[in-house]
């Protein structure tokens, strides 16, 4: 299993990104997709969760109302909408997979190389 993030940049505040994570190899039962971030110096938290078969999502509580999270089932692919954008949200974004969702890192199976936020206030 392969997962490629992709669509970081450089933003200011209030700014929109989006953010891809494409699955390859044998995925098929890897039903839980989630994003994650890591700020310089911080740990590595939870953003969203989606359940791959059914689309229910979840998401922190610091992202709530701001960031979607779907998927594209011919693709493949795990979308991150992230919408109104703070400094506070600077981090390195990863994808990961499992076989059902959840908030918790040490869960996951498979991650992908992350891909790198910075927003300037």
């Known amino acids: 299993v392969q997962l490629q993030a992709s669509g970081g940049g450089l933003v200011q505040a209030g700014d929109s990104l989006r953010l891809s994570c494409a699955a390859s190899?044998?995925?098929?039962?890897?039903?839980?997709r989630g994003w994650f971030r890591q700020a310089p110096g911080k740990e590595r938290e939870f953003v969203a969760a989606?359940?791959?078969?059914?689309?229910?999502?979840y998401y922190a509580d610091s992202v709530k109302d701001r960031f979607t999270i779907s998927r594209d089932n011919a693709k493949n692919t795990v979308y991150l909408q992230m919408n109104s954008l703070k400094p506070e949200d600077t981090a390195v974004y990863y994808c990961?997979?499992?076989?059902?969702?959840?908030?918790?890192?040490?869960?996951?199976?498979?991650w992908g190389q992350g891909t790198l936020v910075t927003v300037s206030s």
């Open positions: 990961a997979a499992r076989p059902s969702p959840s908030s918790r890192r040490g869960d996951y199976d498979y």
């Open positions: 989606i359940n791959w078969s059914a689309g229910s999502t």
């Open positions: 190899g044998r995925t098929f039962s890897l039903y839980g």
